[in-house]
């Protein structure tokens, strides 16, 4: 892949997403965030990132695919949750494994999901000034 070609409005929101995924989950509780706006806001963040990353690997493709690609990938993350291996196990209980993985299934998250998609597909829309659906550039 070459990296000099990805869209920069598009790294530039996946960078922004992080950041504030990191922020959120890392020091939410520190700065006295209730921990539903902590779990949830990392949970909407994080499909958030998702989506950017689908769309930088599937640039091509309409973004109503890209956001069926990200919503699967979403839903196979939090359903693997459901797995336990020692390996799994051992990774989830890093910081990593948390923010990558999570530890719980919950089906709360695919609410905190749909709605991060959704945010991420409308901003995805404004950055490439094009109607939602339309093919990307």
Request: charged fraction near 15%.
């Amino acid at each position: 892949m070459n990296f000099s070609s990805l869209p920069v409005k598009r790294v530039i929101a996946l960078a922004c997403v992080i950041a504030g995924g990191v922020l959120i989950r890392g020091y939410g509780r520190g700065f006295k965030i209730p921990a539903f706006y902590v779990k949830y806001g990392g949970s909407v963040l994080w499909a958030a990132m998702i989506y950017f990353l689908v769309a930088l690997l599937l640039r091509t493709r309409p973004q109503r695919q890209v956001l069926v690609v990200a919503a699967l990938v979403c839903a196979l993350v939090e359903a693997l949750k459901l797995a336990h291996t020692p390996a799994l196990d051992v990774f989830r209980m890093t910081r990593a494994g948390i923010w990558l993985l999570g530890k719980v299934f919950s089906r709360w998250n695919f609410l905190a999901y749909a709605v991060g998609l959704a945010l991420a597909l409308g901003l995805d829309a404004l950055l490439i000034g094009k109607k939602l659906g339309g093919r990307r550039r």
